[in-house]
Each structure stands twice: as C-alpha cells, then as structure tokens.
C-alpha cells in the first residue's frame, strides 16, 4: 500500500467556516472530511448539473417538516377517482378549499409573490409550470382527473392571498394570469 498522498488547499473564509462546522458536527478529522466530501461529489456530481437548486430546497423544506408526503402518483389519481364517486365528494371539496385558505394565510404572511406559490406547487409534482410574464403562467397538466384539484388549489390560494386571478382551461394546460393585487386592509381598533 502505498503512503497517502498529501495536499494542500487554501478555503476563504466562508468556506473555512463551514469546513471547521461540518469538522466539528460530523466529528471527523480534516483528512476524513475531505475524503468524505470528494467521494460524495464524484459520486453525485452529474446530479449537481441538472437539479434546480430552489426546487431541491423547496422539496427539502417540504418533506422535513413532516407536513407532506410523497404518494404514488396511481396512488393520487385513485384517491382523485374515488373521490368523484363518493357520497361525500362535496364535503372533500369545502375541506380542500378549507386548508387551500390555510395555505393561503401561510403564504401571505411570508409574502410568498405568485411565481414562488406556483413553483412551489408545481415542486409537489401537481403540474409542470411554464412562466409566459411576470403575471402570466402556463401550467401544464397530467391526468384530467388532477384538474380540478389543482384549479381549485390555485383560485384558492391566490384567491386568497389576495390576487385576483383569470385562469382560462384548454386541452391539458390553465392558463393563469394576475389581473390584480388587492391591498390588505386593516382597520384600526
């Protein structure tokens, strides 16, 4: 076996930080850590190249919080089918719209604006979105089955938040477009 090989780097002093954070977390040498490090790049590096990062992130902040699920999507489209056929179909729809307000509260007040919301969406997998301007999208549908699930979430959502919102249906896409922002109101008490 032959002796390891030495080499030396220079890291400024943002990546000089978080070397001697991650050294210290995962309790490792300096040696270990950059081994560790180059192994995992080599092993993902080609991953790097075509992932969205904001929607890597998205998809992190979504599932750690224990809030979301991944569901099959023959799983989603039975849920859906079953649905339509079930007694209490209009119950589901006044609950959907209940936690699309829900949603909607949530997004206002972190003043999410209307792309980062339907990119947000769309990072759940309900659609592919295509932004045409900065107040026009494109979403492009999957099965039929999801559309009014999804128009409602949207109507809803940025209903809700605020937006006065025009989506117009065709074969397989909405078309949406932000016709307004209303101002929030308070009143003083």
């Known amino acids: 076996m032959n002796p390891p090989e030495r080499v030396t780097i220079s890291l400024d002093d943002e990546t000089a930080n978080l070397f001697k954070t991650m050294k210290k977390e995962l309790k490792v040498s300096q040696s270990e850590l950059m081994r560790e490090a180059l192994k995992f790049y080599s092993k993902y590096r080609t991953l790097f190249d075509s992932v969205d990062e904001v929607k890597v992130r998205t998809f992190v902040e979504l599932l750690s919080t224990g809030e979301h699920v991944i569901v099959d999507i023959d799983h989603w489209l039975l849920f859906l089918d079953l649905i339509e056929t ?47 301007s900065n107040d ?39 078309r949406v477009r932000i016709v307004h922002a209303y101002e929030r109101k308070v009143d003083d008490a």
Not at 106 to 129: I, M
Not at 141 to 156: H, M, Q, S, V, Y
């Open 86 to 132: 079930h007694p209490g179909k209009e119950r589901f729809w006044e609950a959907h719209k209940a936690i699309c307000a829900a949603h909607a509260e949530e997004f206002k007040y972190k003043r999410y604006p209307a792309d980062y919301v339907l990119k947000r969406l769309e990072t759940c997998n309900l659609f592919k979105l295509h932004e045409d």
């Open 136 to 174: 026009a999208f494109t979403i492009v549908l999957g099965p039929d089955i999801a559309r009014k699930f999804i128009k409602t979430e949207i109507e809803e959502i940025l209903g809700r938040m605020g937006l006065e919102v025009g989506i117009k249906e065709d074969m397989a896409k909405l």
